[in-house]
């Protein structure tokens, strides 16, 4: 038995543009529409593919979230996760406390490859899958936008700075997925009554036996400073005056 | 007291200039002393320039063979075991930072900031949530080390003209060897590096072909500029992903900005919002880009950058 966790977060859908409170003390979520983190489904369809071509036999989707997360669960076991696991917690947990979370699920479920997405797009921190690898004192393969199994290592291809960088892991490993690993697959109808049927199993972030406390707290939340309404030019010539008369050219 | 360990990014025995930003950042906390850590191989050429940087005290080599190649999980068990007797640990919000400080941090028990864009005091930092649509203010509890991202594009790099001590540091730390680097292929452009050039054009899906990205590159030459792309752009093959700018590529501020055939997304505004002049050449009026645009032509850009090139001589 062959086993991928990966980690599916609830966020604020990518189109909507994120507003900071009047009163500064967060940001606008009331009404507003929730998604599967895009990192994660892109690391949930990359699980679904290695399991497809037989390198591996079940996948898991787990989060650390309210209890309305099923529902992002429920959409990954819609998109072919065998089963699911909720921990939850109301309060928001800090990445440290996500990975510790997660640890305890790698203790009891032992796979062989554990997926996250590079970075949560609401908190954009990019650490969950780095500080979990540290814990579980396993290898990380960052940003990944290609992965190659063999015989219990991994080759996996990152986007980094300078352009792709090539890195081969022992498994088990923890993998973070960039933008280009993969296109995930749209959910089918039928797929939907049947992941109703799929195992979903809540658990307290209490009963993990961790310390989920937290290290850092917002005092407020601010909008970006505005830019300045511009000019338009109506030619390339206005255009070349316009920038000498900055001293850009 | 504080006292900031800094870890020095570097390729090729040249110091990136994100760690003379790191050091500003750390510069900002008052009273701070600051000292820059360089892992490597050889480290001496990279900590002789580190060693250059105006405010840094001393600079500590850890050299091994394993060092040779930028591995997370090589260098996180040192950078911890070298941070034993700093408060903060600092490292670039570049893909070698983003990968290294989380894995820092999770070994020294404690939690990360990521991208921090201001240090109002040792415990205090605003970092941009949400691609940037919030800033945030954020307390760090004291009683524990601050592990940290700097964003690069909120700082100056700090000068040089100083001269501090280099030493080699003994690192006591068990190396893995479960993680081993194969390959990079770093396409050798010529053209300024985009995270530091002071001029970027960028071109966006409506570029069509990585044949025609071309267009792209004549004008960024003609203006000596480094070349950006959109997600789309990139994601269909027109452009190669270290140019990507945005919430999940680079986050640039160059003195000029000229985005072609780019709509305005706000994942890729996130990655512009500090440029100091932004042109935009788009052939829809409505175009998001429009809105943050500081300098607009509505054009097509199949004949306006040929004219545009032709202008500037
Ligand atoms: C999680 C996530 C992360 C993302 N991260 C990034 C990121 O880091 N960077 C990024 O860029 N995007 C990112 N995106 C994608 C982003 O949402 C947009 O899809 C992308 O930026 C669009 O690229 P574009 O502007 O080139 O293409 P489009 O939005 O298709 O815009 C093309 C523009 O070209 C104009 N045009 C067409 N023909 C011509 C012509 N002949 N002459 C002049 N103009 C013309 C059109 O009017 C249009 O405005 C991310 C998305 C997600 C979900």
Redesign the interface.
Same mark, same amino acid.
């Given at each position: 038995m062959s086993k991928i966790l990966v980690g599916l977060k609830r966020v604020v859908d990518y189109n909507v543009r994120v507003r900071v409170k009047p009163d500064g003390t967060g940001v606008v979520t009331e009404g507003v529409k929730m998604s599967i983190n895009p990192f994660d489904e892109i690391a949930l369809e990359e699980a679904l593919r290695i399991k497809e071509k037989g390198g591996a036999t079940e996948v898991i989707v787990a989060s650390i979230g309210p209890a309305d997360t099923q529902q992002q669960l429920r959409t990954g076991l819609a998109m072919g996760a065998d089963r699911a696991i909720l921990v939850q917690s109301d309060a928001p947990v800090e990445p440290l406390a996500a990975a510790k979370a997660f640890l305890k699920l790698i203790e009891k479920e032992g796979p062989q490859i554990v997926l996250l997405g590079k970075q949560g797009i609401d908190d954009d921190n990019n650490q969950t899958g780095q500080m979990l690898a540290a814990l579980w004192n396993r290898p990380q393969a960052t940003f990944a936008s290609k992965v190659e199994l063999d015989s219990g290592r991994a080759k996996v291809t990152r986007e980094v700075d300078a352009g792709l960088e090539t890195i081969e892991v022992d498994l088990p490993a923890v993998i973070t997925t960039d933008l280009r690993l993969n296109e995930p697959r749209y959910v089918k109808l039928p797929d939907i009554m049947k992941a109703k049927k799929k195992p979903l199993d809540t658990l307290p972030i209490a009963e993990l036996g961790i310390d989920a406390g937290s290290q850092f707290k917002t005092l407020k939340y601010e909008a970006p400073a505005g830019r300045s309404k511009g000019v338009m030019v109506k030619d390339v010539g206005e255009l070349v005056a316009v920038l000498k008369q900055k001293g850009l050219i | 007291m504080t006292k900031i360990l800094v870890v020095a990014e570097h390729?090729g025995g040249k110091l990136n200039p994100a760690t003379a930003k790191c050091v500003a950042c750390a510069s900002a906390i008052s009273g701070a002393e600051i000292d820059v850590v360089v892992l490597a191989a050889d480290a001496s050429a990279v900590a002789d320039q580190a060693a250059k940087l105006q405010g840094v005290k001393k600079v500590l080599k850890v050299e091994n063979a394993a060092n040779a190649e930028p591995?997370?999980?090589v260098l996180?068990p040192q950078i911890a075991a070298a941070a034993a007797n700093y408060t903060h640990v600092f490292g670039p919000s570049?893909?070698?930072g983003?990968?290294?400080?989380?894995?820092?941090?999770?070994?020294l028990g $404690?939690?990360?900031?990521?991208?921090i864009m201001a240090a109002d005091s040792a415990y205090?930092f605003r970092r941009?949530?949400?691609?940037?649509?919030?800033?945030?203010?954020?307390?760090?509890?004291k009683d524990?080390k601050v592990v940290a991202t700097v964003r690069v594009a909120s700082f100056q790099a700090v000068g040089e003209g100083g001269s501090a001590a280099v030493e080699a540091a003994a690192v006591n730390a068990e190396i893995?060897t479960?993680?081993?680097?194969?390959?990079?292929?770093?396409?050798a452009t010529g053209r300024p590096d985009l995270?530091t050039a002071a001029?970027v054009v960028s071109g966006g899906r409506a570029v069509g072909s990585a044949d025609n990205f071309k267009i792209i590159y004549g004008l960024a030459d003609k203006?000596g500029a480094g070349v950006g792309a959109s997600?789309a752009a990139?994601?269909a093959g027109y452009a190669?992903?270290?140019l990507q700018v945005g919430?999940?590529g680079?986050i640039i501020a160059p003195? &000029?900005y000229v985005a072609v055939g780019i709509s305005g997304a706000?994942?890729h505004l996130t990655g512009i919002?500090d440029a100091r002049?932004?042109?935009a050449i788009n052939k829809d009026a409505e175009a998001p880009i429009?809105?943050?645009?500081?300098?607009?032509? $509505?054009?097509d850009l199949f004949t $306006?950058i040929p004219?545009?090139e032709k202008? &500037?001589g």
């Open positions: - | 390729a591995l997370a999980a996180a570049t893909t070698f983003k990968d290294l400080m989380p894995r820092v941090a999770a070994l $404690v939690g990360q900031l990521s991208d205090t941009p949530i949400y691609a940037g649509n919030a800033i945030i203010t954020v307390e760090a509890a524990k893995p479960h993680t081993r680097f194969v390959t990079r292929s770093a396409a995270q001029r203006l997600r990139v994601d190669p992903n270290d919430q999940t680079k003195e &000029l706000i994942q919002k002049t932004i042109v429009f809105e943050v645009a500081d300098v607009g032509l $509505v054009g $306006v004219e545009l202008a &500037l």
